[in-house]
Nanobody, 121 residues
Framework: QVQLVESGGGLVQPGGSLRLSCAAS????????MGWYRQAPGKQRELVAA???????NYADSVKGRFTISRDNAKNTVYLQMNSLKPEDTAVYYC???????????????WGQGTQVTVSS
């Protein structure tokens, strides 16, 4: 069993900053990809920023230059530093991890429960 514990969401004014954290725990041999997605009301879930299985990072065009994803591999934790927040960044932010439980196992996908980010004056 795997758990993804998210924290750091909240209410912030336009132009402000927030930092999200997501810590993975449980039966994990390796995490092959990990990152953040978001879903605004009435919209599909979309990629925000993520580390790929190749070790590179992907960012949504709408957050490039404002958001930065980082990680602490020893803690199986990823962070999302969000600066210059805009009202259109308002959404539920979900942590995602693709992992293996053993060297030989298949990859599994797991989602966190989500944390609300609201950007409003």
């Amino acid at each position: 069993q795997v758990q993804l514990v998210e924290s750091g969401g909240g209410l912030v004014q336009p132009g402000g900053s927030l930092r999200l954290s997501c810590a993975a725990s449980g039966t994990i041999f390796s995490i092959n990809a990990m990152g953040w997605y978001r879903q605004a009301p009435g919209k599909q879930r979309e990629l925000v920023a993520a580390f790929t299985s190749g070790g590179s990072t992907n960012y949504a065009d709408s957050v490039k230059g404002r958001f930065t994803i980082s990680r602490d591999n020893a803690k199986n934790t990823v962070y999302l530093q969000m600066n210059s927040l805009k009202p259109e960044d308002t959404a539920v932010y979900y942590c995602h991890a693709r992992y293996r439980t053993t060297y030989w196992s298949s990859e599994y996908d797991y989602w966190g429960q989500g944390t609300q980010v609201t950007v409003s004056s």
